[in-house]
């Protein structure tokens, strides 16, 4: 890898985690459902997604039936992920949404020896119970009648189908680019959610149809293309490492733009959560790179 190739590639890398941590403005910016803008996101970002794979010369089919199997259901679990997604910031805050969302990597550290036949390590149940103690900082009452409490309920279920996303992913479908298999994932997501899509779309305004568009080009599809870009030209650990970076964007940008303010207890209970998701993507690339050199 060239020197030159890395500061372009954090560039890109930066530009793709600043756009996913925005994304979560547009639970609070679109007048929408949680499903509405979901679905509405999906149809624009897989015209996208299509136009830029075609645009660079490249076959939209894939390479067997099995594999349109798989995308079916990877699509069917990305539309479940990001209804509930939108939904956890529409009940309680964009930063909380996120941090409750962001328990996904020690979920993942924590299931995948589950599918692989390894066992877990003692420093990831510690990861597990540090992340339990950093959502418990930000519940207010353990009670799901209060919508910040539902919401970070609702978040925590939107990472664990995230995760079983990545996994399924990264053990069917690892073959395709992050554009192809988004394109797909997008697809189905758009008709899997179309029989429960609630507003007219006569009706929707073109304030709304502009958010609608800029979070299906600039915030979906554009971002896909940059993460792919910079993983050809970093090192995993990197991509990782700056991945976490998301929930600080996202709440940095919710108290610019939204005016969404964090209390003591969401700081300490977010701090909690991102340093154990940086730890553990940490120490998972370090895992990887011992087996590589084994």
């Not at 067997?64 to 995308?71: E, H, M, N, T």
């Not at 997008?186 to 929707?204: D, G, K, N």
């Not at 964007?249 to 700081?267: C, D, P, S």
Request: charged share 10%; proline share 3%.
């Amino acid at each position: 890898m060239s020197q030159t190739a890395k500061p372009s590639g954090l560039i890109e890398l930066h530009l793709a985690v600043l756009m996913f941590g925005g994304t979560a403005l547009f639970s609070k910016l679109i007048p929408l459902s949680a499903l509405d803008i979901t679905f509405l996101r999906c149809v624009v970002a897989a015209l996208v997604l299509a136009s830029l794979i075609k645009f660079r010369g490249k076959y939209l089919s894939l390479a067997s039936k099995q594999d349109y199997l798989v995308a079916i259901g990877l699509g069917v679990i990305v539309s479940l992920h990001w209804v509930t997604y939108f939904a956890a910031m529409q009940l309680s805050s964009v930063a909380i949404g996120m941090i409750a969302f962001f328990t996904y990597p020690v979920m993942t550290v924590i299931a995948e020896p589950l599918l692989t036949g390894n066992k877990i390590k003692l420093m990831d149940i510690i990861s597990g119970v540090l992340v339990l103690i950093g959502v418990v900082l930000l519940i207010p009452e353990a009670n799901l009648g209060n919508d910040t409490t539902l919401g970070i309920a609702v978040g925590i279920v939107s990472a664990m189908l995230f995760t079983a996303r990545n996994l399924l992913q990264k053990r069917y479908f690892s073959q395709y680019s992050g554009p192809h298999a988004m394109f797909y994932q997008t697809l189905v997501a758009a008709v899997f959610l179309m029989p429960w899509h609630q507003t007219e779309l006569q009706t929707i305004s073109l304030e709304t149809w502009g958010l609608i568009v800029l979070l299906g080009v600039v915030f979906t599809a554009a971002p896909h293309a940059l993460f792919t870009s910079a993983l050809r030209q970093l090192s995993a650990k990197t991509v990782g490492l700056v991945s976490c970076l998301q929930p600080f964007y996202g709440a940095m940008l919710a108290l610019v733009i939204l005016g969404e303010a964090l209390n003591l207890n969401t700081l300490i209970g977010g701090t909690i959560i991102v340093a154990t998701a940086i730890f553990e993507t940490h120490q998972s690339h370090q895992s990887q790179r011992r087996k590589k050199n084994a």
